[in-house]
């Protein structure tokens, strides 16, 4: 046991080097963890644009976009995608906000962004049960039927995130945002805190670039 409180040629004990090297350890995991899921998720998504590109290059026997074809509802892929990127850049100013040490307005802001994108992905869940067409009626339909549930899930995960986020928030005090707080555990709380807020706005605005990219594809080129 003395081996554990003795004192470390740093000037710590052996416990608190430890908390300090996990506490580091967690910091760099969310930079790192929320690189990682965009490098996955561009992998997926990418499989969808290479799908898309590929099928309307070759064309195969015309069935790529047939005259037959009724398209999505533009009103509502623009809705959608401006719904979320409207979020993302909500939760993007109040990050700075919170960075500059005022909880409250980014508190406001988170929860907008939350509703926002909550109804985005409950409108593209519904758009998807009323398509005009079938999964296999098309190369078209095949792409948009399998990218878009992809999306929306993306975005009701990024939503449960940000809901986390939020209740973790009500548990640090203001004063913590401004002022160093008193204890160890009390400041690792708010670093560990703004990291993974920090790594939520990065991939939430890759998000929002995702479904800028997808509205494109499916609703302006297709």
């Known amino acids: 046991m003395a081996e554990m409180t003795s004192a470390t040629p740093s000037g710590l004990s052996r416990e608190q080097e430890e908390e300090a090297f996990y506490h580091e350890a967690a910091l760099n995991a969310a930079w790192t963890g929320s690189r990682l899921m ?31 074809l009724t398209p999505p509802n533009k009103i509502e892929g623009l809705l959608i995608m401006a719904l979320t990127v409207a979020s993302a850049i909500i939760q993007s100013v109040g990050l700075t906000q919170i960075k500059a040490g005022r909880k409250q307005p980014w508190f406001a802001a988170a929860v907008a962004a939350l509703l926002l994108g909550l109804v985005a992905a409950a409108l593209q869940i519904w758009q998807l049960t009323i398509l005009p067409f ?81 509205w494109l594809l499916f609703y302006v080129v297709h």
């Open 38 to 68: 965009i490098g996955i998720v561009t992998s997926g998504l990418g499989g969808f644009v290479f799908a898309f590109f590929y099928l309307r290059s070759v064309n195969s026997h015309g069935n790529w976009y047939p005259s037959s």
């Open 134 to 214: 079938q999964p296999g009626q098309a190369g078209f339909a095949s792409v948009f039927v399998g990218a878009m549930p992809v999306f929306a899930l993306l975005v009701l995960g990024c939503m449960v995130w940000l809901e986390i986020l939020v209740a973790r928030s009500r548990n640090i005090p203001d004063i913590s945002f401004v002022e160093q707080p008193p204890t160890f555990d009390e400041a690792a709380d708010v670093q560990r805190f703004q990291a993974n807020l920090s790594a939520f706005t990065l991939f939430y605005n890759f998000t929002a670039v995702a479904a800028l990219v997808l």
